[in-house]
């Protein structure tokens, strides 16, 4: 009994190979997909990816001229937006010895977080006060800018009230 039962299998396994299925060219593997992904690299500062210079924030305040670097967030990008219909001025005073602070006259988003200014730093207040940093302040408020040379900043922004123009460069 178990030699018939042995012939059985083996010839039901034999069967499962049929002349269609045995072939003599050689078998290659299906083909992989390679997975791409695709990384921002850095640039340097200052540089976009076409290559041409970034805009940059040019702040006049008398004959003084001061160039500052936009912040990436959507703040920064609502103030660039406003810059590109056209400069704007506003009137800019002192305040507790260590900033300038004026009204923008339009609000925009905040993206507020705990910062500690630094001189040079150009932020957003309250989502409608523009202020520029010529001391160090702890507060919830949007960075905009930060200017890149601010070597003297309370000289040159001159004191009491003044009138500063913002546009692009």
Do not use: H
């Amino acid at each position: 009994m178990t030699g018939i039962l042995t012939m059985l299998l083996a010839i039901l396994g034999l069967s499962a190979c049929t002349a269609a299925e045995i072939s003599t060219a050689p078998v290659t593997p299906p083909p992989t997909q390679a997975v791409v992904s695709e990384q921002e690299t850095p640039l340097p500062s200052g540089e976009t990816t076409s290559g041409e210079e970034e805009t940059k924030l040019k702040i006049t305040v008398g004959d003084e001229v001061l160039l500052a670097t936009f912040e990436d967030n959507l703040s920064a990008e609502e103030f660039r937006d406003l810059l590109a219909q056209g400069p704007v001025t506003v009137e800019m005073d002192d305040y507790g010895g260590f900033e300038k602070v004026g009204s923008l006259g339009t609000a925009l988003t905040r993206s507020d977080e705990q910062i500690t200014t630094q001189p040079g730093d150009v932020t957003l207040y309250q989502g409608d006060q523009i202020t520029i940093y010529y001391g160090t302040n702890t507060w919830n408020f949007t960075r905009l800018a930060r200017i890149d040379d601010p070597t003297d900043l309370r000289e040159r922004l001159g004191n009491g009230t003044v009138s500063v123009t913002f546009s692009l460069e």
